[in-house]
């Protein structure tokens, strides 16, 4: 019941909502990004690490150090403090943390599926899967060549079986399927979550509902800025759209028939909370708009942790770290590609 989250929340949800706002409280700040924008070289990132939470992560690495070694130990702080999380959850909300997960691993078949595509070994590529997103059978994706086997053979045990009803097709796996088959399962599984965050119900329902929303409105003006140009049809692409959001479902409607980034754009504009997201971008330039829609995201992030006794703070946190371990690839490549101009241009402050 609205309103009276607070009578029960705490029996279960209390303890954990106190550790998520404390790890919260160690996200990196701006003061932190402008020092480590300072950095001449990987280990002097490594040296302004070793004072944040990801220093037992990093301190035992030895010289010289990659990109990849800093966002490989950063992810795994992500992963410890989510698999602990997990541990200490009851339901509903270990289910609720479950489904955070499911996102990577729709990311995990698609890398392993166009990886054996393209020929590449099947253990380079687990190793580049994210550890969130592993499953046991996962191995053994390389074998599929078309949608129902891929299904049959790895997919009906794992909690992504129930997404696939939609793509299951006999034809053969190739770039342009592999990808039609990722944002249909994105679909399934956002629509999936957003019915359940509406079931529960209450504060989580209100905060989840925008936030979810947001994700699906994005997914929908990449999917279509993305299909121009390419043999999908218009109705093709308008099945891709999640059945949900500020776009769903007149603006899904006008999304499917835009052909270039400037009709896209006009639609968008039509929707307050677009607007500001597409008036920081000249016409034409469609480069900036990831950015955009990122720096809006963590606004909407942030606000979640102003409200108690709601599941949005774990969904919340969650995205935060992962856009913190973006921002520290990008500053990481750009210092060690000595680039350092450029390490403003992808940079998403939080705090």
Known sequence: MYGFEALTFNIHGGYLEAIVRGHRAGLLTTADYNNLCQCENLDDIKMHLSATKYGPY??????????????????????????????????????????????????????????????????????????????????????AQNMRELYRLVLVDTPLAPYFSECLTSEDLDDMNIEIMRNTLYKAYLEDFYKFCQKLGGATAEIMSDLLAFEA???????????????LTREDRKKLYSNFGLLYP??????????????VRGVMEKYPPYQAIFSKMSYGES???????????????????????????FFAYMRLREQEIRNLMWISECVAQNQKSRIHDSVVYMF
């Open 58 to 143: 990093l301190q035992n690495e030895p010289s010289p150090l990659h990109t990849t070694t800093i966002v490989e130990k950063c992810t795994l702080k992500l992963v410890d403090d989510y698999k602990h999380m997990l541990c200490q959850a009851t339901e509903p909300m270990s289910t609720f943390l479950e489904y955070i997960r499911y996102g990577h691993m729709i990311d995990n078949v698609v890398l392993i599926v166009t990886g054996t595509l393209h020929e590449r070994d099947v253990q380079e590529l687990i190793e580049k899967c994210h550890p969130l997103g592993m499953f046991d059978s996962i191995a053994t994706l390389a074998v």
């Open 217 to 231: 409105d994005r997914r929908a003006v990449n999917i279509t800025i993305n299909s121009i140009g390419t043999e």
């Open 250 to 263: 007149y603006g899904h409607e006008e999304l499917a028939i835009c052909e270039d980034i400037d009709q």
């Open 287 to 313: 480069q900036m708009l990831d950015k955009a829609f990122y720096e809006e995201e963590v606004r909407r992030l942030c606000l979640a942790f102003e409200q108690q006794f709601h599941y949005g703070v």
